[in-house]
């Protein structure tokens, strides 16, 4: 049981560090999808935004004002979405992947420009990066057997990020299906002509919805290099925004099953890593590390090869409301 453990409990523990990022993208994309803005930006967000964390933090030594520095970053660049797909009426698409080039490019220049580190920033140590955080009662509930193992070994020990991004699971969807904002938000989505007809400003909630995803890029970008890591690299990211996107999809646009969605991803990840170095049953050589590393964004074609047409987006999603007169 004990040998069974060591191999879990650190599995399990890396599921949920990995998938905190993947879970607050995925949210940040149900929010603007869900008011009729498709948001394929969400990766070039994500790394701006880790970028912006990192950069900040290395300066200022401060984790928090690191985290402040990529709510702002990002959200700068979904407000620029914003202003592309509702005030002109551009294609959200092509916006969305101007914006991941967009931030590619400039968050490798200002690092190189700012730190001379070959496009990185320096390390971060101490209060520059979000230290784990107990669980409160650990040395008593490590005690209980088994349950108390996992407990402590799964739950306890996260950065602050980690448990926020599962806090916003159950706040989206409050917010979503239980308030007067959350109903006009999917209906912006659905029927944006009923909105409009009812007095209530479309472009208003979708201005809303893809700044509330620029909020959650920003916390999912400070997570991967405050968190996760300890400084950002170029390209840092790794396709996480086009992740979290698919696992969208497969949620059919719903936060519960995007947060079991998300962990599937993470598993995958974290197994993925634990593989690493591992000697292949019957060949005696190691699993080949390109093959591993393919592993999330080959379940990511899978996955949306099976339910692609089986997923409803919103109706009006991606479709530029023009006010009938």
Same mark, same amino acid.
């Given at each position: 049981?004990?040998?069974?453990?060591?191999?879990?409990?650190?599995?399990?523990?890396?599921?949920?560090?990995?998938?905190?990022?993947?879970?607050?993208?995925?949210?940040?994309?149900?929010?603007?999808?869900?008011?009729?803005?498709?948001?394929?930006?969400?990766?070039?967000?994500?790394?701006?935004?880790?970028?912006?964390?990192?950069?900040?933090?290395?300066?200022?030594?401060?984790?928090?004002?690191?985290? =402040? *520095? &990529?709510?702002? #970053?990002?959200?700068? /660049?979904?407000?620029?979405?914003?202003? $592309?797909? +509702?005030? %002109?009426? !551009?294609?959200?698409?092509?916006?969305?992947?101007?914006?991941?080039?967009?931030?590619?490019?400039?968050?490798?220049?200002?690092?190189?420009?700012?730190?001379?580190?070959?496009?990185?920033?320096?390390?971060?140590? =101490? *209060? &520059?990066?979000? #230290?784990?955080?107990? /669980?409160?009662?650990?040395?008593?509930? $490590?005690? +209980?057997? %088994?349950? !108390?193992?996992?407990?402590?070994?799964?739950?306890?020990?996260?950065?602050?990020?980690?448990?926020?991004?599962?806090?916003?699971?159950?706040?989206?969807?409050?917010?979503?299906?239980?308030?007067?904002?959350?109903?006009?938000?999917?209906?912006?989505?659905?029927?944006?002509?009923?909105?409009?007809?009812?007095?209530?400003? +479309?472009?208003?909630?979708?201005?809303?919805?893809?700044?509330?995803?620029?909020?959650?890029?920003?916390?999912?970008?400070?997570?991967?290099?405050?968190?996760?890591?300890?400084?950002?690299?170029?390209?840092?990211?790794?396709?996480?925004?086009?992740?979290?996107?698919?696992?969208?999809?497969?949620?059919?646009?719903?936060?519960?099953?995007?947060?079991?969605?998300?962990?599937?991803?993470?598993?995958?990840?974290?197994?993925?890593?634990?593989?690493?170095?591992?000697?292949?049953?019957?060949?005696?050589?190691?699993?080949?590390?390109?093959?591993?590393?393919?592993?999330?964004?080959?379940?990511?074609?899978?996955?949306?090869?099976?339910?692609?047409?089986?997923?409803?987006?919103?109706?009006?999603?991606?479709?530029?409301?023009?006010?009938?007169?």
């Amino acid at each position: 049981m004990e040998a069974t453990l060591d191999l879990v409990v650190p599995i399990l523990a890396a599921t949920l560090r990995v998938a905190a990022p993947l879970i607050l993208a995925a949210l940040a994309g149900l929010f603007a999808e869900r008011s009729g803005v498709v948001d394929v930006g969400l990766e070039g967000k994500m790394l701006f935004a880790a970028f912006a964390a990192a950069a900040t933090a290395a300066v200022t030594g401060s984790a928090w004002a690191g985290l =402040g *520095a &990529a709510i702002l #970053a990002s959200s700068a /660049l979904a407000l620029i979405h914003a202003f $592309a797909c +509702v005030t %002109l009426r !551009g294609s959200q698409v092509v916006s969305g992947m101007a914006i991941n080039v967009l931030a590619a490019g400039l968050s490798a220049t200002l690092a190189l420009a700012w730190f001379r580190q070959g496009g990185q920033t320096p390390p971060l140590t =101490g *209060a &520059a990066r979000f #230290a784990p955080i107990p /669980l409160p009662g650990a040395e008593w509930i $490590a005690e +209980v057997p %088994l349950l !108390g193992r996992l407990l402590v070994g799964v739950v306890g020990g996260h950065a602050m990020p980690v448990y926020v991004a599962f806090a916003l699971v159950p706040l989206a969807a409050f917010v979503l299906w239980r308030t007067r904002f959350g109903l006009r938000l999917r209906a912006c989505g659905e029927n944006p002509g009923a909105v409009d007809a009812a007095g209530v400003s +479309v472009a208003r909630l979708r201005y809303a919805g893809v700044l509330i995803a620029g909020v959650l890029c920003g916390i999912a970008g400070a997570a991967i290099s405050t968190a996760q890591g300890a400084q950002f690299s170029p390209e840092m990211t790794a396709g996480r925004g086009f992740i979290a996107l698919a696992a969208l999809i497969v949620a059919n646009w719903k936060p519960w099953p995007v947060l079991w969605t998300c962990l599937g991803f993470g598993l995958l990840d974290a197994v993925a890593i634990r593989l690493q170095g591992v000697p292949v049953p019957g060949l005696g050589v190691p699993f080949p590390v390109q093959a591993i590393q393919a592993l999330p964004y080959v379940l990511t074609v899978i996955l949306l090869a099976g339910f692609v047409g089986r997923a409803t987006a919103p109706r009006a999603a991606g479709v530029p409301y023009v006010k009938e007169r």
